[in-house]
């Protein structure tokens, strides 16, 4: 399974994957009795205002961290039946029945390994002529924290895809997509400086690297990486993504 969140953290700073996320429902014609897939909806911050999308549907939120659900159940709580709350890795084919009208995701697919296998399960649980929205990290992603982490002797993105526009199109097109659009777009995230910024690290972009390190090495690690970049700001590359399920 993909690795566990301290949920209500990753809740509390946020912001930018909200904000990216929001950019990305938008991308969905929706008349609101949908049956939509939430893929990595984490603590369902962009769920909530998918459902608010959705008056007479349901939202499939779906996640691989037990403790993002458990966060999303609490967020999402008002909405009783109209969630259906699902713990899942998305490298394997997912456990969602009847197939949903559309795919949301922001956020979440560069920490999948295989991109073939994510778009083909993704594939397998959209309905014919349903849409897929996505964002994720793309191409060029954070080559400032990339470098630090170098520098200091780790590789810290060894496990993620971040990928270009022309293997993802191919990739989509073999899982059976059409209508595709796929490009880069640079977000640079300034955070502040100090506690926020070395919390924002240690939650978000080192996580995976820090849960293999022993305790007492994680904070001086993060600590160096904030130490060694130019400026407070994550050079974030979007990878939006577009695409129709063929009939």
Same mark, same amino acid.
């Given at each position: 399974m993909p690795r566990d969140w301290d949920a209500a953290t990753y809740d509390r700073i946020a912001d930018p994957m909200f904000r990216w996320g929001a950019v990305v429902l938008g991308w969905l014609d929706l008349q609101g009795n949908e049956r939509v897939l939430d893929a990595g909806c984490g603590?369902?911050?962009?769920?909530?205002?998918? +459902?608010?999308?959705?008056?007479?549907?349901?939202?499939?939120?779906?996640?691989g961290s037990p403790s993002m659900i458990e966060e999303a159940r609490r967020r999402l709580a008002r909405f009783g039946e109209r969630?259906?709350?699902?713990?899942a890795d998305l490298l394997l084919p997912?456990?969602?029945?009847p197939p949903v009208d559309a795919v949301l995701s922001t956020a979440t697919f560069h920490w999948v390994p295989d991109h073939d296998a994510l778009f083909r399960n993704l594939a397998g649980v959209l309905r014919?002529?349903?849409? +897929?929205?996505?964002?994720?990290g793309g191409a060029g992603n954070l080559v400032s924290v990339e470098r630090a982490l170098r520098d200091l002797g780790h590789d810290p993105f060894a496990s993620k895809v971040f990928a270009t526009p022309a293997q993802t199109r191919e990739r989509l097109e073999r899982a059976g997509f059409t209508d595709v659009e796929v490009w880069l777009r640079e977000e640079p995230t300034r955070i502040e400086s100090?506690?926020?910024?070395?919390?924002?690290?240690?939650?978000?972009?080192?996580?995976?690297? +820090?849960?293999?390190?022993?305790?007492?090495?994680?904070?001086?690690?993060?600590?160096?990486?904030?130490?060694?970049?130019?400026?407070c700001v994550l050079d974030y590359v979007r990878l939006n993504i577009r695409a129709s399920r063929s009939g």
């Open positions: 603590s369902g911050r962009v769920t909530e205002l998918l +459902l608010d999308r959705l008056p007479g549907g349901v939202a499939v939120a779906l996640d969630v259906e709350y699902v713990i997912l456990p969602v029945s014919p002529g349903g849409r +897929l929205a996505a964002q994720c100090g506690e926020p910024l070395e919390t924002y690290l240690s939650t978000v972009v080192l996580g995976a690297l +820090l849960d293999t390190m022993p305790a007492a090495d994680r904070a001086p690690l993060v600590h160096e990486v904030a130490e060694r970049m130019p400026e």
